[in-house]
């Protein structure tokens, strides 16, 4: 039988529909980003507006107090870079990306001596320790720019399981944040890393499996282990590439109504796919990601990347790409006055 073929907007609104972006859902922070396959954390408050595009009736206070219960842990995860992930999804998706996430900080560099990585974590124990303290540990200055130097800093932290404390990803967080050992058991590999598939086709599918390495860091195949083990739909898209997808995950109609949404800086739905055009037109790809790789504040219209957003003192300034429908600017004016309250 024939794979069936997704159409470009059938992809763009079934990823909507799985990131919650269709309609807000009454869900707690920590199901939310289960559900999310957790939420880029580079920026203290980008988790906070991006729960707030998806979630109704959503509050700081209630991330927050997710936080501090430990149900909810800033880690670095996902192509080598801060994300908020569930305690229970925590161990499942550091097995998954630890060896590439690893190699992507700390490349071309030895790993340290055991001795070294235990007097860090000894230090660590006792209470949690600022960047400066453990590299004074290490005998490093705090000021280096020695890569090598630097990358020693992250073997360590990475043998050491040393993460960020709660409150360094509270909203109005500043400052240096403090690390502490995050004490728990490696699932095997191979069954972390279908967990991690799963976690993510649930997220953002149907995908290929680029897609997958895209949002993960780690190389395909590193992965084609846990595809294996994966129970999958087939389909194409209109390219003719396969996608993978969860057996009962639903697929939605082209012509569903999208809302416009606003999103936060390095929002996971313009990181997590290879190809990005779902969501984001390549013509507007350079606005909307920096050459640094920045990820702007954008809106949707129609389910697509339309534009950029600012707060400028007592608003929300849009800046759209491209002229908008009368009709498509009033509403996410509606948004853009919603947004502006709730951020007080």
């Not at 404390?165 to 069954?191: L, M, N, Q, W």
């Not at 109609?253 to 416009?260: I, Q, V, Y």
């Not at 350079?286 to 339309?306: E, S, Y």
């Amino acid at each position: 039988m024939a794979e069936r073929v997704l159409t470009q907007r059938e992809l763009n609104r079934t990823t909507l529909a799985r990131q919650l972006l269709l309609r807000r859902e009454r869900l707690s922070p920590t199901r939310a980003i289960e559900r999310l396959a957790g939420l880029q954390a580079q920026l203290p408050s980008s988790p906070y507006l991006a729960l707030w595009a998806r979630l109704e009736g959503f509050e700081r206070s209630a991330l927050e107090r997710a936080l501090m219960r430990r149900n909810v842990v800033k880690a670095l995860l996902m192509r080598a870079t801060m994300h908020l992930v569930s305690a229970r999804d925590y161990p499942l998706l550091d097995a998954a990306v630890r060896e590439a996430r690893t190699l992507i900080r700390a490349r071309g560099t030895e790993p340290p001596p055991d001795e070294l990585v235990r007097r860090v974590v000894a230090l660590a124990r006792e209470r949690p320790r600022t960047r400066t303290e453990i590299m004074r540990a290490l005998g490093l200055d705090s000021r280096t720019q020695d890569s090598h130097e630097i990358r020693m800093l992250f073997w360590v932290m990475a043998l050491g399981r040393l993460e960020q404390t709660p409150e360094s990803a509270f909203y109005a967080f500043r400052g240096s944040p403090t690390y502490e050992c995050r004490d728990h058991e490696h699932p095997p590999r191979a069954e972390a890393t279908t967990f991690a598939i799963r976690r993510y086709l649930n997220a953002f599918g149907p995908a290929t499996r680029a897609d997958v390495s895209q949002w993960s860091g780690v190389p395909i195949r590193d992965l084609e282990q846990g595809f294996e083990a994966l129970r999958r739909r087939r389909f194409r898209d209109e390219q003719g590439r396969e996608l993978l997808d969860l057996p009962r995950a639903p697929l939605v109609a082209g012509d569903a109504p999208a809302p416009p949404r606003l999103l936060p800086r390095w929002d996971e739905l313009l990181l997590a796919h290879k190809d990005r055009t779902r969501i984001l037109p390549d013509e507007y790809r350079k606005d909307a990601i920096q050459r640094n790789g920045d990820v702007q504040q954008t809106f949707l219209v129609d389910g697509m990347v339309a534009g950029l957003w600012t707060r400028d003192g007592n608003r929300i300034r849009l800046e759209p790409f491209a002229p908008l429908p009368r009709s498509a600017r009033r509403e996410l004016e509606d948004e853009a006055a919603r947004l502006h309250a709730w951020l007080g």
